[in-house]
């Protein structure tokens, strides 16, 4: 079973930035599809950025797209995702993700996920 940890959330001002990390452990994210998704209180689970098995391939959710980048460390087998020009509207609780079949954008092709880590944009 592999179990994620994210961190590197905090408070931050819009236009600033910041690098969320996951790490795994029980699997190695060279072989494993690995997305991160976020979420508010009250509403659906948002897809932000995934990267394929080997870090092939990458694909980002529209409201991301220019500002957000996901990239491996295999040495460390972690995860980032680096937010930049943050916005107000990009509040909300980031959960990382790992499928062993599917480069996806969906929940439900997940297998598994960490607890999550809060970002909170002022403006």
């Known amino acids: 079973q592999v179990q994620l940890v994210e961190s590197g959330g905090g408070l931050v001002q819009a236009g600033d930035s910041l690098r969320l990390s996951c790490a795994a452990s029980?699997?190695?994210?060279?072989?494993?599809?690995v997305a991160w998704f976020r979420q508010n209180p009250g509403k659906e689970r948002e897809f932000v950025a995934a990267t394929s098995r080997n870090a092939v391939s990458t694909y980002y959710g529209d409201s991301v797209k220019g500002r957000f980048f996901i990239n491996t460390d295999n040495a460390k087998n972690t995860v980032f995702l680096q937010m930049n020009y943050l916005k107000p509207e990009d509040t909300a609780v980031y959960y990382c993700a790992v499928s062993n079949r599917y480069f996806s954008s969906l929940v439900e092709t997940y297998d598994y996920w960490g607890q999550g880590t809060q970002v909170t944009v002022g403006s």
């Open positions: 029980g699997g190695t994210f060279s072989a494993l599809h």
